[in-house]
């Protein structure tokens, strides 16, 4: 029972940042709303608006990706993945989670906490005029999504070892998000 309670507490955490990244796709619509209006409307161009843009795009991007490895809408060979059993996909998700995802993960968090501490540490700003200040926030998305990532593959690998256990089939039954 404890591996299943900590599968759903890690499917939550993985749901909470897909709120988040919801939350920040309809500040990114407003955003480029009030841009698009200021430019053609007013004859008005903001750097730090057309920044904050591509900071929030990458930080859906970054942020969403957690929510599709718990949701299976990650990147795999479904023509092969789709006619197997529910252990033979628990097995194929369990390898790759292992083998490929989690060490990647930590890999680039590991080393990308060193790069945003950098861009803080030397006060990093936008290189255009009346861009935005303080560049390593968006610097520090990145291990902080990594880091988020390895927590759902994480959640994944229990997915996998509650399939293999016969405790629950959650997860394999149903296809992947389609969108």
């Given at each position: 029972m404890?591996?299943?309670h900590l599968e759903r507490g890690i499917t939550r955490f993985s749901n909470f940042l897909g709120v988040i990244c919801t939350l920040m796709f309809?500040?990114?619509?407003?955003?480029?709303?009030?841009?698009?209006?200021?430019?053609?409307?007013?004859?008005?161009v903001s750097i730090a608006m057309q920044e904050l843009e591509w900071h929030l795009y990458s930080a859906i991007f970054l942020l969403g990706i957690p929510y599709g490895i718990q949701h299976g809408g990650h990147v795999r060979v479904d023509l092969i993945y789709e006619n197997?059993?529910?252990?033979?996909?628990?097995w194929t998700d369990l390898f790759g989670c292992i083998v490929f995802l989690i060490p990647f993960t930590l890999l680039v968090g590991y080393y990308g906490v060193g790069?945003?501490?950098?861009?803080?540490?030397?006060?990093?700003?936008?290189g255009d005029p009346g861009g935005l200040a303080h560049r390593w926030i968006i610097k520090g998305v990145i291990p902080l999504a990594f880091f988020c990532m390895t927590i759902s593959g994480i959640g994944m690998i229990l997915r996998c070892i509650n399939a293999l256990r016969g405790?629950?089939?959650?997860?394999?039954s149903h296809p992947p998000i389609q969108h």
């Open positions: 404890f591996l299943i309809i500040a990114l619509l407003f955003n480029v709303f009030y841009d698009v209006l200021m430019r053609y409307a007013f004859n008005n197997l059993s529910i252990r033979g996909k628990a790069f945003a501490y950098e861009s803080y540490a030397l006060g990093e700003t936008s405790v629950s089939e959650e997860g394999f």
